[in-house]
Structure formats: structure tokens, C-alpha cells
């Protein structure tokens, strides 16, 4: 399974974006869908999940009530949806999957994610 995120770009503070992130095969019901970015020289860090099965999310403290988290079952798509974009928010934005072969609790950790696409840079100008 490949993984593509798309829909970065160049804007300014206080606009919005819409990522994608797009899955070359299935996304199964107890998966779940993670949104990263990594800044430069940081690590990565967590910004919103999606349960596959019931869209169930969970944010970040930093993106609660700007970034909206959203699945397409009939494209195995995902989307995070940025309101209100701050300069700090500019980062190479990842998804990544967590497969599991059960109902789990959310977890923000990167490591839990077992499958990772290609990013899409996300630069926010003050």
C-alpha cells in the first residue's frame, strides 16, 4: 500500500488548505489514519487522527477547532482540512497508517503508525 499526500502549498496566515491523502489499497475498519507534520530538524508531530470505521477523531491541542479530520470510504481517501493557518504550522504534513486487527484507543505516537506516504509541504507566510 502506497500512501500520497497532496494539497500543500505556499499561503498566508489565516487562510486554509485542504490536504488529501490517498491510499493505493484498502484501509481497513479498525485502522487508523494519522495526520504528521515535521518542521525542519524536528521530529514528527502528531496533528489529528480518524478511526476508519466510525470517523471517530482526535487532535492536537495546537489545531483543536482549526484543523477538521475527514475520510472518504469509497476513495480510501483522508483529508485534514487547515482553518485559520498559522506561521507556525508550516511543516512537511505526513500521513501515515496504524493497521490493527482490533478496535484500539488513539494514539499520537509515530511510532504506532506502521505505514507511511510521502509528504506535502506546508508553508504558512506571516
Known amino acids: 500500500v502506497q500512501l500520497q499526500a497532496s494539497g500543500g502549498g505556499l499561503v498566508q496566515a489565516g487562510s486554509s488548505l485542504r490536504l488529501s491523502c490517498a491510499s493505493s489499497g484498502p484501509i481497513f475498519s479498525n485502522d487508523h489514519i494519522g495526520w504528521f507534520h515535521q518542521a525542519p530538524e524536528q521530529e514528527h508531530e502528531f496533528v489529528a487522527v480518524?478511526?476508519?470505521?466510525?470517523?471517530?477523531?482526535f487532535y492536537a491541542d495546537s489545531v483543536k477547532g482549526r484543523f477538521t479530520v475527514s475520510r472518504d470510504a469509497a476513495k480510501d481517501t483522508v483529508y485534514l482540512q487547515m482553518n485559520g493557518l498559522k506561521s507556525e504550522d508550516t511543516a512537511v504534513y505526513y500521513c501515515?497508517?496504524?493497521?490493527?486487527?482490533?478496535?484500539?484507543?488513539?494514539?499520537?505516537?509515530?511510532?504506532?503508525?506502521?505505514?507511511w506516504g510521502q509528504g506535502t509541504l506546508v508553508t504558512v507566510s506571516s
Open positions: 501515515a497508517i496504524r493497521r490493527s486487527d482490533r478496535a484500539t484507543p488513539f494514539s499520537s505516537f509515530a511510532s504506532y503508525f506502521n505505514e
Open positions: 480518524i478511526n476508519w470505521r466510525a470517523g471517530k477523531t
